[in-house]
């Protein structure tokens, strides 16, 4: 097997496996906002629907639902004049005819083709850096790793902004060794596609000027030119000259690509559509050099006005968000997340060869391979330093961008292990005679008991990654190492996008049915955007998270089996009801019972509509609702999970005694 076709098997594995695991995993929470937002792009040319998420990734998710000819809801509504996302998606997927399912299945489809991309960068980029055999280690650990399987099929921004944010960062340090209109373009385009696929993009401004400092400093010749051969320019006055032009000339290619991707219009509403609204006066002035400079984009129109949107929503969220970690809850963060889910969800067996490959890099440290490894310690370093000081606690996801460096400088660790790639080249490139004398040759080779163990060690190591890999499969998503306890343990260590995202849904029904739970008998607390009723499931919805359910009295509880989502159970679950909210949660029992009497007498029901109004009503029930469903997880927040499904979605058997002291009986405690 040639060396090519090899790599095209690992990168179609990884292909394969990614798309069937997430054939088997209901819609995940961004993908709703992603297909429709994408659409909308396309065939109508606004960008009023989540502008905060990235152009790029959504048009490509949403490309096949384009081309089919799918439906879109009508414009002239609330929903659209409001610029809500999840109120068109639900419609889009559930509501117009369409089919949901295989809107999902062909835009995750597509979207898998960028981890393949990405995997073929680790390789290409792990080869010229390291070595042919180091390359091997890096492709391993990529088309093995949990996370990037989790994200790679996925109809969301994360696999692009990773893909984007690595090649940028290649690009901009070719570009500042070779000077031409290729490369300058080149790494114009790329970092383009990072701006338009995350709006954290900027952290490449830093990564650059690092970048930029490195190289001055080395004082290598510049190549640079526009026709035949580029010319060499030595002084350090010239090359700062012409990488300053070079700089200007491609921040110009990102500003055109970033106005072509908003159709070259101010104005986040197409003019042909009615029904529009200044979404802008939602996000408050942000403080800081930041908000002053997008104020100032907004003012003197330097950028598309949802380009400035998604921005300061951004900053907004970055500032303040709801997040649990180990057990805690908080709205602030905490400077440690990040280090703590990369150190849970990434596999042990993978940690450690990169720990290897760093021993192996400071063993045979030389001047020129640390200099060729600047982009991606830059990249690294400043992502990370970034992450630490974020309030956006809420996925490991947000650290996709590292990944594929980490797994470009863990092939390293094939330092180890190279005597034997080399005494086995030194073997096979002979014949007959030859041969069986080079290999005795190379048998005669003497390797360092210490570094035989440590190649070994490698070899061993990349086999149990690939296990680990392979064991979890297909809930990637919920992947928790061994430091954790496993994947059964996650939802005591991280929440939302890092193991629950509304996944678990088939797993959910297939459960059910397999228990054969009435009709009645079940309770759903769900965090997702999809619809349960779409999956098959018929149970008595709770409070959940952006659930679309019509305005009405809460139904009653009783004994049965509970299944809450972990990220309701750890964090909306403190967001409805905390130990301070009993006074309101009483409050608002009082209101339920007030409407229960008036409403059986049509005289007082009359007067009490008259004097209150209907919309008073909808948010007494959205916000009873949300309380007792909150107090009903405050009381099990103590308690073991009778099962878990897909490792998300926590089921409680609880009797009629259980659930009225939950909801009747005295106040829960403080959050763990």
């Not at 096949?64 to 004049?81: I, M, N």
């Not at 055999?133 to 996370?147: E, N």
């Not at 009490?608 to 997880?633: I, K, N, P």
Request: charged share 15%; aromatic share 12%; proline share 5%.
């Amino acid at each position: 097997m040639t060396r090519a076709a090899a790599v095209g098997f690992l990168l179609a594995a990884y292909y394969f496996m990614a798309v069937s695991a997430a054939a088997q995993k209901s819609l995940t929470f961004d993908e709703m906002a992603h297909l429709t937002a994408g659409y909308s792009y396309w065939a109508f040319n606004d960008y009023r629907l989540h502008p905060e998420n990235g152009n790029w990734p959504q048009r490509l998710g949403a490309l096949p639902a384009v081309l089919s000819g799918a439906a879109f809801p009508r414009l002239d509504q609330p929903a659209w004049t409001k610029s809500d996302v999840y109120a068109i998606g639900d419609q889009f997927l559930y509501g117009s005819g369409n089919d949901a399912g295989g809107l999902l299945r062909r835009g995750r489809a597509v979207m898998a083709i960028l981890g393949v991309a990405l995997g073929a960068l680790v390789y290409a980029w792990s080869r010229r850096l390291v070595s042919p055999a180091g390359a091997w280690v890096s492709l391993v650990l990529f088309v093995f790793s949990p996370t990037l399987l989790a994200h790679g099929a996925l109809v969301t921004s994360d696999m692009a902004s990773a893909l984007f944010f690595t090649a940028a960062t290649g690009a901009m340090w070719v570009a500042m060794h070779r000077v031409t209109p290729l490369t300058v373009l080149g790494a114009a385009v790329l970092l383009a596609g990072a701006f338009l696929s995350k709006l954290s993009a900027p952290i490449l401004i830093p990564v650059a000027l690092v970048m930029f400092a490195v190289r001055l400093i080395g004082g290598r010749p510049l190549a640079a030119g526009f026709r035949g051969q580029p010319a060499e320019y030595s002084g350090r006055g010239r090359q700062l000259a012409i990488l300053l032009a070079a700089g200007v000339a491609a921040s110009l290619v990102v500003l055109f690509l970033v106005w072509a991707s908003f159709g070259f219009r101010h104005s986040a509403f197409a003019a042909a559509i009615t029904g529009n609204e200044a979404f802008l006066g939602s996000i408050p002035e942000r403080p800081g050099l930041a908000g002053r400079l997008l104020t100032a984009a907004r003012d003197l129109h330097l950028l598309p006005d949802a380009y400035i949107y998604g921005s300061r929503f951004t900053l907004q969220t970055a500032a303040e968000r709801a997040a649990f970690l180990n057990g805690a809850f908080s709205t602030t963060g905490w400077w440690w997340y990040f280090p703590y889910a990369f150190a849970v969800k990434t596999t042990i067996p993978g940690m450690a060869v990169g720990m290897l490959a760093l021993a192996a890099l400071i063993a045979n440290r030389t001047r020129t391979r640390f200099y060729a490894a600047t982009p991606l310690a830059a990249l690294v370093l400043v992502y990370g330093a970034f992450a630490l000081t974020t309030s956006l606690n809420i996925g490991h996801r947000h650290l996709l961008p590292i990944y594929p460096a980490l797994c470009v400088f863990s092939g390293a660790a094939v330092f180890w292990i190279q005597p034997l790639f080399e005494r086995r080249a030194a073997a096979v490139v002979k014949t007959g005679r030859d041969r069986r004398q080079a290999r005795a040759a190379a048998a005669r080779v003497e390797t360092p008991a210490w570094r035989r163990l440590a190649g070994a060690a490698v070899v061993a190591l990349l086999a149990w990654h690939v296990v680990e890999s392979v064991s979890i499969r297909p809930h990637y998503l919920a992947y928790f190492n061994q430091f954790a306890g496993g994947p059964s343990q996650g939802y005591r260590h991280l929440a939302d996008s890092s193991l629950d995202w509304g996944q678990d849904l088939p797993a959910l029904k297939e459960w059910l049915d397999a228990q054969r739970v009435p009709q009645g008998g079940a309770y759903l607390s769900y965090f997702g955007t999809a619809r349960p009723e779409h999956y098959g499931i018929q149970a008595t919805r709770l409070a959940g998270f952006l659930d679309q359910r019509a305005p009405e009295p809460p139904p009653p509880l009783g004994g049965g089996v509970y299944c809450i989502s972990a990220t309701m159970l750890d964090v909306i679950g403190h967001v409805f009801y905390e130990p301070a909210d009993e006074a309101d949660y009483r409050a608002a029992v009082g209101n339920l019972t007030k409407f229960a009497r008036a409403s059986e007498d049509e005289r007082t029901w009359t007067a009490l509509m008259r004097q209150t109004g209907e919309q008073y009503w909808r948010d007494v029930f959205l916000r009873f609702d949300r309380l007792r469903t909150g107090r009903l997880l405050a009381s099990l927040r103590g308690r073991e999970p009778d099962a878990t499904i897909g490792y998300s979605i926590l089921v409680y058997r609880l009797s009629d005694a259980d659930v009225d002291r939950a909801v009747n009986g005295p106040a829960p405690g403080a959050a763990r």
